[in-house]
């Protein structure tokens, strides 16, 4: 299957900001825009939908980190 351009490049940059919510915020487009009767855009959609999933299941696995915030500046911190 071939995978538009435009379809890919959106879906990867869904992918890269958002991660997993990439799919369920193109779902949520997808579902408004066939409640529309928007068939074109829809169809884009699923495409979009469809792609995301693929890129998410072929990136490896980032186990999750969590991040401290970086402290006051000094040994102490002010009172």
């Not at 884009?44 to 490896?60: I, Q």
Request: hydrophobic share 45%; charged share 30%.
């Amino acid at each position: 299957m071939k995978t538009d351009h435009d379809v890919l490049v959106l879906a990867t940059r869904l992918v890269d900001e958002l991660g997993e919510a990439a799919v369920r915020i193109s779902r949520v487009r997808l579902v408004e825009l066939t409640a529309a009767n928007n068939i074109r855009a829809a169809a884009f959609w699923r495409d979009v939908t469809r792609t995301a999933e693929k890129l998410l299941a072929e990136r490896p696995s980032m186990i999750a980190t969590v991040t401290k915030r970086p402290g006051p500046v000094g040994d102490h911190a002010m009172t």
